[in-house]
């Protein structure tokens, strides 16, 4: 099993695909936050590109700036150096840790929103909303409202009102993190799932490293303070994983030592 | 169909995919939410008992009052006599015009004040100039009780119905635009920015997302604002006198005190007390439930 693992240790840059744009190109973004006195680095010459249909885990200790990273590429922050270009046009979807769901409107209508943002007509929302909520499993959900959910299935709705906006890109921000495990574990399922048959490329932040590994074709460490690409691993492990594999918990644990690693190195000085 | 799996190649995975969905159902039935309705006599020991009770209560310790001689029955009215000022009223077709007057002009007035209030709430929560110019203002004459208008909207605008108006503006337009402005204000930036990336931003944003969830705010103001309406034209009716401006309530009890008429201005007062309340369990107490309870934001049994 220890061969379905490969590592690299060079910079992303370099493993930048030749054929095609990239859905995602991330090229030497720094981010600032603060005034000139009091100025913190948070980001510092990240470069990184997401293949199209890749799906590439984004993963750091707390407080390394992988949402401010998120924030840039969903274009809600802008960086202080750098660019980042969606070569593939439009909005990218972002899903943010807290479901973010919208409490005066039934689960369908969030979803029928992001539809008429973006333009549908009104007579095909309705169907298309549908056909959303029962991709992620929610049939009979359409007229509940966010307080009658639970937590899991908000993130379904979540889930599902980002594929509305029909991006190319999908960009997710720790959308699990709040879950029990069981229920974690089956919405990984429906992730991978979501993300074969639609063919969109995932951008997916976590700070958990089973998580990464579950769900990634490439795992990519960020140091903190200021966050920079520390290491990246391909995942070779095929597809359906479960979380409690042997080969998906050999190489967390690898990834692991090197996150200990580099937190560590922020005690010694 | 989006319900059948991607099935893979051998069986222990297809049953591992079973698996989950056999999991997840069990999770979502675990997860549903029990949604009823409450019982009729539930409602009714719950919502109706308490008040009643209460009114009662009232009733009987004021009756004591009387029967114990605690004051002169020109200074005391009995509950009999105030009831029977009530009955010679309906009898003489007077108590619905009276109370027609007033309530035609508080609603139309509070209207006026929620098309002036709201456009004004709206600008003065965007526009970061206009909110330092007149934010501090605008909560200042909240605190500024209305009745002091009277004297100047009198000599302003004579003792007509446009004074009862202003002064009715003057009162309620300050807390209509500032609940806008706290509603606007407590909006969780979570909503601005996932209306963001969903492509809601300028007018869109606005009518989408920013006074969607400004709402409760913005009602807490409205009834704020009704209450205030409500106060000022009792004040102005006290106040300003003349034969042009009909009998309304507060007016009516003006003429009860002329005439040392003490059940005639308990009745006044107590009527003044119920047509402010029910005009805020009527319209507003449903509205503002509705709107809470639709988000989650009070259970269903209360
Ligand atoms: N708007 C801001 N102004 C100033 N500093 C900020 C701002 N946003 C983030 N930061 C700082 O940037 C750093 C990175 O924050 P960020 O939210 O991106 O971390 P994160 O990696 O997502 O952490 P977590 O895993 O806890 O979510 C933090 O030190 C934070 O204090
Ligand atoms: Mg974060």
Redesign the interface.
Known sequence: MATAVRTTEQHSADTAVADGAPAVRIDHVHKVFGRPGSAQAVLDDITLDVRPGEFVCLLGASGCGKSTLLNLV???DRPTAGTITVPGGG????M?Q?H?L????TAGKNIE??LR??GVPRAERRPEAE?LL??V?L?GSYGK?????????RQRVALA?ALA?DSNVLLMDEPFAALDA??R??LH??LT?IW??TGVSVLFVTHNVREAVRLAERVVLLTSRPGRVAREWAVDIPQ?R?IEDAAVAELSIEITEELRGEIRRHGQH | M??T??V?ADKK?SA??QD??G??AG??A????Q?RRTPFTQVLVKKVLPPVSAVLLVLVVWQLAVLAGFAPETKLPAPRAVGSSFMTLWNEGQLLDIIWTSVERGLLGFLAAVAIGTPVGLVVARVPFVRSAIGPILSGLQSLPSVAWVPAAVIWLGITDSAMYAVILLGAVPSIANGLISGIDQVPP??L??G?????SGV?GAR??LL??A?PGYLAGLKQGWAFSWRSLMAAELIASSPDLGTGLGRYLENMREGSDMPGIFLGIILILVVGIAIDLLIFSPLERR?LR???LVSRSQ
């Open positions: 969903a274009g809600l909005r990218p979807a972002l943010f807290e973010a919208f409490p005066w409107l929103l992001a943002l973006r056909r029962s991709l499993r049939d409202r966010v307080h009658e959910l639970s937590g899991g299935m009102r906006q069981i229920t574990d089956v399922g429906e799932r074969a048959e359906p479960r | 989006a319900s799996e991607t893979p995975g591992g995919a989950l969905a999991l997840e999770l979502d675990l997860d549903a939410v949604v979570l909503y920015r996932a963001r990336t969903l492509g809601a869109s989408h997302i969607p969830a709402l709107v639709t988000r989650g």
